[in-house]
């Protein structure tokens, strides 16, 4: 079943879980995510990066994913992330996507706020949410942000302007970064709380893949309620991917559907493995009774 991000991310935030939002690749990832979700009866927000949404055309994304959670007995959102890229962000609200992330945080915090009050009344306006990011959460993803911190904003500062945009959650700077982890990173659960002191809407965490358990837990007690995940199944998908052509090209036996086997079963892996870590696993029926 298709639902709002920002009603399964409320569930969360009043419940004392998280709701994985993992970044997939194409059907094969997308079909893979959502069995781990029916396998685990967890909610779950399937989110799609600007350089997947380009390639594979918002129309086509938007028939895969319906074809895929529209029959699933667990709420799934389908999400776009990071775009500082408004026409495509129209795009997907046009297609009646669940959500988008306006990344605004390339932009001075005036024109961050401007615009991203200008993103909220378009979509709202077609039943979509919108999470905000308007400080940069370091590292690139698929293209989009930077190494460097380009802008950092107080808890006071991230609250008000969420407060008169309207966005539906938020995306701070929490000591995380994307991709993979060269060093232990700084993390900020306190950060959380005294966001959560000032405003009641979800907070989002991003860079996940690599964290542990204790960190996860720490950050949803803090006040997390969405973590994203991106990374680890890009790396699941491509390691299984990589053994199979290996494991092929020694025997001699050239057969895609069973690559296409093996790449499921890892990326399902993957996602499970979060989806019991955040303890959204069993939260299915509640978050879409609510």
């Not at 380009?54 to 319906?66: H, K």
């Not at 007995?73 to 297609?95: E, F, G, N, S």
């Amino acid at each position: 079943m298709i639902e709002s991000t920002v009603q399964l991310a409320r569930h969360g935030q009043a419940n004392g879980y998280g709701v994985a939002a993992v970044n997939i690749l194409d059907d094969l990832s997308l079909r893979a995510a959502i069995a781990a979700a029916v396998d685990l009866s967890a909610p779950l927000i399937v989110q799609v990066s600007v350089k997947t949404a380009r390639s594979i055309g918002v129309d086509l994304m938007t028939t895969m994913f319906r074809a895929a959670a529209g029959p699933a007995p667990v709420p799934v959102a389908l999400h776009l992330d990071h775009c500082p890229d408004r026409a495509l962000i129209a795009d997907v609200v046009a297609a009646g996507w669940s959500s988008v992330l306006f990344d605004a945080s390339d932009r001075d915090l005036a024109a961050a706020e401007a615009e991203t009050a200008e993103v909220v009344a378009l979509a709202h306006a077609a039943g979509v949410d919108v999470e905000s990011e308007i400080e940069n959460i370091i590292g690139v993803e698929d293209g989009v942000g930077s190494d460097t911190a380009l802008h950092a904003y107080s808890v006071e500062q991230l609250a008000a302007v969420a407060g008169r945009t309207g966005a539906d959650l938020l995306a701070p700077q929490l000591g995380t970064a994307h991709g993979a982890y060269t060093r232990s990173p700084v993390l900020l659960p306190e950060r959380v709380r005294a966001l959560a002191r000032l405003s009641d809407r979800p907070i989002v965490l991003h860079g996940g893949t690599g964290l542990g358990e204790r960190d996860f837990r720490a950050f949803i007690d803090a006040g997390v309620s969405k973590i994203n995940i991106s990374t680890g199944l890009k790396l699941a998908y491509m390691r299984a991917a990589l053994d199979h052509t290996r494991q092929a090209e020694a025997a001699g036996r050239w057969d895609p559907p069973s690559m296409f086997a093996d790449i499921s079963r890892a990326v399902t892996a993957e996602v499970a493995k979060h989806l019991e870590m955040f303890g959204s696993a069993g939260r299915a029926q509640a978050a879409a009774a609510r």
